[in-house]
């Protein structure tokens, strides 16, 4: 019999022209928001080094490096909504440091192109591209805490979110190590206009202010 399976066109948006999939010449993988919530990973470090082909390097310095099938990590794009987030300085003192400051709740998915891509992406991504595109803002504020722990071998978490907050606060959580437990926090008022833009952090004892 006939066991052939159509489906749907996927559409990659690892390209600047956003081109179907079947169209694609280079290896791509779409690791979805339902994908990254499976793996339980707190960040995109967790999420991408679980994939065939993606390596974590670590310099001397202690620089973390992301590499595609092997090549040199400075060769690898990242991306965040489509748009470069690295210079060579970074990549040549570590391309996936601050990557990995993005919290997995934060992620709509990661797409990861295996092989050279630099015909489309330039130079920088002779080895490959990691794009990871975030979740679009909600219709009204909310904080979300996430809580795991273990007990022999087995994990435990709990997420909660709440909608009780103003309009121009902003809560983000880092990690950092307390005895056996893992705490820290950050947070900030920010008020937004679309000239002047002014963003003050709370217990770090700094004022940043800048013109958009």
């Known amino acids: 019999g006939n066991n052939s399976v159509t489906t749907r066109d996927v559409v990659v948006e690892a390209d600047k022209a956003k081109e179907e ?25 967790d999420v991408i080094f679980n994939e ?20 040199d990590p ?4 990242i991306m965040v909504d489509g ?13 996936g440091d601050e990557l990995m400051r993005i919290g997995a709740e934060n992620i709509e998915r990661i797409e990861i192109v295996r092989g050279a891509a630099s015909a489309k992406y330039g130079a920088d991504a002779i080895g490959g591209v990691v794009n990871v595109i ?20 087995s994990r435990y978490t709990s997420d909660y979110e709440s909608s009780a907050l103003p309009s121009n606060f902003f809560l983000r959580a880092d990690s950092g190590k307390v005895g056996n437990f893992s705490i820290a ?13 002014k963003d003050r952090t709370y217990g770090g004892g700094s004022e940043n202010l800048w013109y958009e």
Not at 23 to 41: F, L, M, P
Not at 74 to 77: A, F, I, K, M, N
Not at 187 to 196: E, H, I, N
């Open 52 to 71: 065939v082909g993606v390596t974590r390097t670590v310099d001397a310095m202690g620089k973390v490096g992301i590499s595609i099938r092997g090549a």
């Open 21 to 45: 999939a079947k169209y694609n010449s280079q290896s791509v993988t779409v690791i979805t928001k339902e994908d990254i919530a499976r793996k339980q990973g707190k960040s995109v470090e």
């Open 134 to 153: 975030t979740k679009g803002p909600k219709s009204t504020p909310s904080i979300q805490v996430n809580a795991e722990g273990r007990y022999h071998s």
């Open 185 to 197: 926090g950050w947070t900030s008022k920010r008020d937004v206009m679309p000239v002047y833009s």
């Open 83 to 95: 748009q470069p987030v690295l210079g060579d300085v970074s990549k040549y003192s570590g391309n």
């Open 74 to 77: 400075r060769h690898t794009l």
